[in-house]
T-cell receptor
Framework: DADVTQTPRNRITKTGKRIMLECSQT?????MYWYRQDPGLGLRLIYY???????NKGEISDGYSVSRQAQAKFSLSLESAIPNQTALYFC??????????????FGEGSRLTVL | SQQGEEDPQALSIQEGENATMNCSYK?????LQWYRQNSGRGLVHLILIRSNEREKHSGRLRVTLDTSKKSSSLLITASRAADTASYFCATGLRGSYKLIFGSGTRLLVRP
């Protein structure tokens, strides 16, 4: 079983719909992240969380919200999806340790298409 | 523009050859990391080099870091077809918990 699991893996939706992408991890890591990947732009950080009560905005948080339901669960919501949110979304985790920004462990991604 | 920029954007080599990818960045960092992504899959961490380190090895991978030039390179020696993937550098910004990714180098290793 994967250590970082994302659901759904693929989703097609329409403009204006509310979408939730879920992430769960069995690594026991405190830190969790949501990234977005667009062709030619690499990965951009949407939100990150260092524990259940700690949520922080990343580079591109507008139009997104997150919820850290438990240490192991971190969900990303698009309240009203728009076509330019079509992208590949990744959840990642890391351990709190010596590094400010340590090694990230990624899920397999959720491909979202907004029509 | 992004903090990390990889060069070249795409690289095609023959199996057995060495592959070199470069990354340049703009601001002070705590560390620099390299990741690999097979098509449509999640990223996999390859190596982390701290700002006070100059070179690091892991198997067939060699990473260098030159903080005076704000650049890093990833060398894959004796490449294999299975090394075909996209490679990303990611910079851990000094004083920040954010890890910022570049746009990647697409490597094709021809059998």
């Amino acid at each position: 079983d994967a250590d970082v699991t994302q659901t759904p893996r693929n989703r097609i939706t329409k403009t204006g719909k509310r979408i939730m992408l879920e992430c769960s991890q069995t690594k026991g890591h405190d830190r969790m992240y949501w990234y977005r990947q667009d062709p030619g732009l690499g990965l951009r950080l949407i939100y990150y969380s260092f524990d259940v009560k700690d949520i922080n905005k990343g580079e591109i948080s507008d139009g997104y919200s997150v919820s850290r339901q438990a240490q192991a669960k971190f969900s990303l919501s698009l309240e009203s999806a728009i076509p330019n949110q079509t992208a590949l979304y990744f959840c990642a985790t890391s351990v709190a340790g010596r590094e400010f920004t340590g090694e990230l462990f990624f899920g397999e991604g959720s491909r979202l298409t907004v029509l | 523009s992004q903090q990390g920029e990889e060069d070249p954007q795409a690289l095609s080599i023959q199996e057995g050859e060495n592959a070199t990818m470069n990354c340049s960045y703009k601001t002070s960092i705590n560390n620099l990391q390299w990741y690999r992504q097979n098509s449509g899959r999640g990223l996999v961490h390859l190596i982390l080099i701290r700002s006070n380190e100059r070179e690091k090895h892991s198997g067939r991978l060699r990473v260098t870091l030159d903080t005076s030039k704000k650049s890093s390179s990833l060398l894959i020696t004796a490449s294999r077809a299975a090394d075909t993937a996209s490679y990303f550098c990611a910079t851990g910004l000094r004083g920040s918990y954010k890890l910022i990714f570049g746009s990647g180098t697409r490597l094709l290793v021809r059998p």
